[in-house]
């Protein structure tokens, strides 16, 4: 709890709790089928301008279309895309929304996941002037 309490009074860290989101040994003793997992929230790239640049891709197996999707009612949409008009309707936004920003940016801007902790990590280390070395080689280790 201290470091979650750190992190999201310090930083732009956010996270949810999502209360249907399982272990992932839910079955295993000890394992629960939701209520403990956090999720990074969803982070809009163009926060970072230029530095988006510097940001890995996600990985292709975890998009669709290259789009990466957000967990819970996200994904029920697209999973219910042909049997609900709403969700039809939530689909067709969310992936106009994607191509647009992969034709004026080269990528998808909204972060979800593992992106949006590492994009959120990036915004927290710009707003509190933290220098990032890119490209720097490891020449040595020395241990102490």
Request: hydrophobic share 40%; net charge positive.
């Amino acid at each position: 709890p201290e470091a979650i309490d750190f992190f999201t009074t310090r930083t732009a860290l956010r996270f949810d709790m999502p209360l249907v989101f399982p272990d992932y040994h839910a079955e295993a003793p000890g394992g629960a089928q939701g209520g403990r997992s956090m999720v990074t929230r969803p982070f809009d790239g163009r926060e970072l301008g230029d530095h988006i640049k510097t940001l890995g891709m996600p990985l292709p197996e975890l998009t669709v279309f290259g789009m990466m999707l957000g967990s819970g009612k996200e994904i029920i949409h697209f999973m219910r895309a042909t049997k609900s008009l709403t969700s039809a309707i939530y689909v067709a936004k969310r992936l106009s929304r994607h191509l647009m920003d992969v034709l004026r940016y080269g990528r998808g801007m909204t972060l979800t996941n593992g992106n949006a902790l590492a994009g959120r990590l990036r915004k927290s280390a710009l707003d509190l002037n933290i220098p990032m070395w890119l490209s720097s080689p490891v020449r040595e280790l020395t241990i102490d």
